[in-house]
């Protein structure tokens, strides 16, 4: 008994106690930044969800790091997320999701969509990328606060 209890101490002792640090200093992962989005994923209005859950993973690289390689890969797809949205019908509630304002934001977001894979088509230049992704994004959060009924990110832009 006193044998078995010897190694259970020996084994135990080697075991760590505490688990490695996290490192955070490195840039995550496409798939990690789409978890990232998830809390905002609630709205009730399910073709906005889904471009929101592009836009995420394209507009955070880009507006963080200045890394528009997800744009670029993944522009089309998000154009035909944009367009799927604008042509889908608002919830009946919450009431704002069918005001003017949201609806002509949709509206908003499909056509600057096509213009930013015009840009993208043409081989513009990063800087006029951004600049287009910026009001893609802009345009969205109007619906978004319209629709969801919440303040959109908040500090997580």
């Given at each position: 008994?006193a044998a078995?209890?010897?190694?259970?101490?020996?084994?135990v002792?080697a075991?760590?106690?505490t688990?490695?640090a996290?490192?955070t200093?490195?840039p995550?992962?496409?798939?990690?930044?789409?978890?990232m989005?998830d809390?905002?994923?609630?709205?009730?209005w399910?073709?906005?969800?889904?471009?929101h859950?592009?836009?995420?993973?394209?507009?955070?690289?880009?507006?963080?790091?200045?890394?528009?390689a997800?744009?670029?890969?993944?522009?089309?797809e998000?154009?035909n997320?944009?367009d799927a949205?604008?042509?889908?019908?608002a919830?009946?509630?919450?009431a704002?999701?069918?005001?003017?304002?949201?609806?002509?934001?949709?509206t908003?977001?499909?056509m600057?969509?096509?213009a930013?894979?015009?840009?993208?088509d043409?081989?513009?230049?990063?800087?006029k990328?951004?600049?287009a992704?910026?009001?893609?994004?802009?345009?969205?959060?109007?619906?978004?606060?319209g629709c969801?009924?919440?303040g959109?990110?908040?500090?997580?832009?």
């Amino acid at each position: 008994m006193a044998a078995k209890l010897a190694l259970i101490a020996i084994l135990v002792a080697a075991v760590p106690t505490t688990l490695p640090a996290q490192d955070t200093t490195k840039p995550k992962p496409d798939s990690a930044r789409a978890g990232m989005m998830d809390h905002h994923m609630a709205g009730p209005w399910k073709e906005m969800n889904a471009f929101h859950h592009v836009l995420g993973a394209t507009w955070h690289p880009a507006d963080h790091e200045g890394n528009l390689a997800p744009l670029k890969s993944r522009a089309k797809e998000l154009l035909n997320t944009a367009d799927a949205w604008a042509a889908s019908k608002a919830p009946a509630t919450p009431a704002g999701c069918g005001s003017d304002a949201v609806r002509g934001a949709a509206t908003k977001v499909a056509m600057e969509m096509k213009a930013l894979v015009a840009l993208l088509d043409s081989g513009s230049e990063d800087a006029k990328l951004k600049a287009a992704l910026k009001g893609v994004h802009d345009a969205f959060e109007i619906a978004e606060k319209g629709c969801a009924g919440h303040g959109g990110h908040g500090d997580a832009r």
